[in-house]
């Protein structure tokens, strides 16, 4: 059984020695001076290893997991996050960590250098001891990327559904990107709650930015404009590409009782006869009036 | 027993559900308002869910039931302001309710109703300066 009683003692006699050899080698190893400075460094590798030396002396390092250990662990994920967080590589978050190997091991080696049998055990229990807290630190790190991912992910979401209102009482949203299930679910919302607050009659949906359309996001596409004809509004799909159409009909996908357009434009100018509006052109004269009354209020 | 108000506004019925609707509310509803329709022959009716929050299966079904009943009856049924939540709620539980007429308020369906009104006087005024008539 590992316990870390004989190596505690070692590193209490030795602190001060360790932590000097131990900002040494990290400030020779790649550390990044550019995201870290050096006095930062220096005393988060004192407050670790003052962390370290605290753990209760009967611990047993195959129980990694138990309450004892907490505190180093603890303090090794929140600097690996923050490391993460700053952009340091994986190879030089977990250098911090086994950077203190050398300092360790030169300080065993001067205790126990005469008895090789004591000198092996504990270089044993210190490499163990460290090396589960280096994966501690790269699982940390990984963990906090993984958190920044999925923040970004979730501020992609709502930025990329934004809702444009055309006319008065005609709504527009531009889809761009993939779309999944919850995304569907967001696109859904807002769009609702767009036609609720603008009080639009008609609501346009322009797929021109969705790379590939299959059964499931069709499937979503027809909820989303279910939902808006029991709240009233009508919906017409633009932006559909020769190659999605194709893809539509091979999948069997009925459309038939939406209305599509190829264009945004030509969507809009549907939107606007269901609302009883139409565009037209001006002619000569008029023209050249409104051009310079236009320029005027510039 | 709790009852949800008709009030009636020229050929038009105009209910206002502002209250949870549970099973039996649903139910009194959907007769209280076909004997209505039919006492009055009025020519629309308006259902304005816009205070409903909650709703399942059975009431879309109930809904669905009203739109088909007035249809027999020679009414036109406009259910209005219907919440986001409400439409999602519908619509994932399979009930995209094809047969019903919606607006996005009161007044829009209210202008939908005189519309559809309008055209079918148009019609019988048609039909009375005909040949035929």
Known sequence: MVIMKTLLQTLQDNGDRIVADWTHSLRSATQRKDLLSERDLESQAADLFKAIVKVPAETKISEFGSPAWRPVKDLVATLSVSRANLGFSPTETALFVLSIKPAIFGTIRQEWGSDPDRLFSEITVADSFIDKLSLHSTESYIGGRDRVIARQQEDMLELSTPVVTLWDGIVALPLIGTLDSARTQVVMETLLQAIVDTNSRVAIIDITGVPTVDTLVAQHLLKTITAARLMGAECILSGIRPQIAQTIVHLGIDLQQIATKAKLADAFRLALEQTGRRVTRIDGAQAAQAAKAAKAAL | ?133
């Open chain 2, 1 to 133: 027993m709790e009852r949800i108000p008709i009030l009636r506004i020229g050929t038009f019925l105009l209910v206002t559900i502002q209250v949870d609707m549970h099973d039996q509310l649903a139910l009194t509803l959907q007769e209280d308002l076909t004997s209505m329709i039919a006492r009055v022959s009025a020519g629309g009716v308006l259902i304005d869910i816009s205070s409903l929050e909650i709703v399942d299966s059975f009431i879309g079904r109930t809904l669905a039931n009203i739109a088909s009943m007035a249809r027999v009856l020679d009414a036109t049924t406009v259910v209005v302001g219907m919440q986001p939540a409400v439409a999602i709620t519908l619509v994932e539980l399979g009930m995209s309710l094809p047969g019903i007429r919606t607006a996005l308020n009161v007044e829009s369906g209210m202008q939908y109703l005189r519309d559809t009104l309008a055209d079918r006087e148009d019609e019988d005024d048609w039909r009375d300066y005909s040949p035929q008539g």
